[in-house]
């Protein structure tokens, strides 16, 4: 029976690492803004929320809400913002088309009012509480050779640093952490770079290498478990 406890263990440890080592980098989950057009996400760690939108509708307004834990934020970054303003300049403010970004206590972030329709990319880095609230808004489609209202948007669960960050996660250097599988991910999660500096360790080309030999040695633990398992499991059936 001792024998084959010991066996089953080095199975587990063997199978508990790999998700350890493969989960090391996380990419953002990609979130469609049209799909459905009114919907809550929660958003673990990071997401990319995209909204691609030709102007072939009106009167449409569509509402999505990010929500993440009790004890974590949502920061909001724009990494692509892009549209044709003319006719909304030359009509009056924002009579074609508009957008808006909200916090948690439901106050708009991108400049006064309830609507943002300018041709300039939001820039800086969003705070907006425990959930954040994107509305999109077309009123009208007489100008179908307008360009497709394009935002692409970063959102990042971050935990306020206290005296240090909780476990798991970094420090940003800028009063926030986020999850360390956030680092070296070729986003600026923390807003100002400093998980992505070449500085950064786990950013240094050798970490790859490391990556690489410690990739090598779980495949070689599970080849020698499995090996382990079957001569276990031969004695144990005779």
């Given amino acids: 029976m001792a024998q084959k406890a010991r066996c089953y263990t080095l199975i587990r440890i063997a199978i508990w690492l790999v998700p350890v080592v493969l989960g090391a980098i996380h990419y953002p989950d990609v979130i469609h803004g049209d799909n459905p057009c009114n919907n809550?996400?929660?958003?673990s760690k990071e997401a990319i929320f995209t909204?691609?939108?030709p102007i072939t509708v009106e009167n449409e307004v569509c509402v999505t809400t990010f929500a993440t834990n009790s004890y974590t934020m949502l920061t909001v970054q724009f990494l692509m913002?892009?549209?044709d303003t003319y006719q909304n300049n030359e009509e009056g403010n924002c009579t074609v088309w508009s957008v808006q970004l909200y916090n948690s206590r439901g106050l708009p972030v991108l400049g006064p009012g309830s609507k943002y329709c300018s041709s300039k990319k939001p820039k800086g880095v969003f705070v907006l509480g425990r959930?954040?609230?994107?509305?999109?808004?077309?009123?009208?489609k007489r100008y179908l050779w307008l360009n497709p209202?394009?935002?692409?948007?970063?959102l990042t669960e971050v935990n306020y640093k206290n005296e240090s960050c909780i476990y798991g996660y970094i420090d940003c250097k800028n009063n926030y952490c986020i999850h360390r599988d956030l680092v070296c991910n070729k986003y600026d999660n923390c807003g100002n770079n400093s998980d992505e500096l070449e500085e950064n360790n786990m950013c240094q080309p050798v970490y790859k290498v490391v990556v690489k030999v410690i990739l090598a040695c779980i495949v070689a633990v599970l080849f020698?478990?499995?090996i382990i398992f079957l001569l276990c499991r031969t004695k144990i059936i005779k």
């Avoid at 809550?40 to 958003?43: D, E, K, L, V």
């Avoid at 959930?131 to 009208?140: L, P, Q, W």
């Fill in 81 to 83: 913002y892009y549209t």
């Fill in 51 to 53: 909204y691609v939108k």
């Fill in 40 to 43: 809550t996400r929660n958003i």
């Fill in 131 to 140: 959930t954040a609230t994107f509305v999109r808004e077309v009123k009208t």
């Fill in 224 to 226: 020698v478990s499995l």
């Fill in 149 to 154: 209202v394009t935002v692409n948007i970063l």
